[in-house]
Nanobody, 125 residues
Framework: QVQLVQSGGGLVQAGDSLRLSCTAS????????MGWFRQTTGNEREFVAV????????YYGDPVKGRFTVSRDNSKKTVYLQMNNLKPEDTANYYC??????????????????WGQGTQVTVSS
């Protein structure tokens, strides 16, 4: 498995931008599909975005389409989540994850076996 360490996040105002980073240790980073999920208290983990290992295809949750961009730099073993035009409803604890899910389950957090420590994003109105 891979160890993931997140950075970024914080308190911003509506309309601002933030970039989250997630750096892996260990081998085979380039072979993992990397996902971003978010969670608020009392709710299940919500799919945000994912970037596949092969080809780098990306998929997004409907609430963030057109505002968030996921990317990866395999040479740095890092995946990024660029978040633009943030809204108060984006407030959550954000997690990166690594796994090898099949395409039909790529939005399912249970398909990811390694998780970052989480980072809080708070968007004020």
């Amino acid at each position: 498995q891979v160890q993931l360490v997140q950075s970024g996040g914080g308190l911003v105002q509506a309309g601002d931008s933030l970039r989250l980073s997630c750096t892996a240790s260990g081998d085979s980073f380039s072979s993992y599909t990397m996902g971003w999920f978010r969670q608020t208290t009392g709710n299940e983990r919500e799919f945000v975005a994912v970037i596949r290992a092969s080809g780098g295809h990306t998929y997004y949750g409907d609430p963030v389409k057109g505002r968030f961009t996921v990317s990866r730099d395999n040479s740095k073993k890092t995946v990024y989540l660029q978040m633009n035009n943030l809204k108060p409803e984006d407030t959550a604890n954000y997690y990166c994850a690594a796994g090898r899910p099949i395409l039909s389950a790529i939005r399912n957090p249970e398909m990811f076996h390694s998780w970052g420590q989480g980072t809080q994003v708070t968007v004020s109105s």
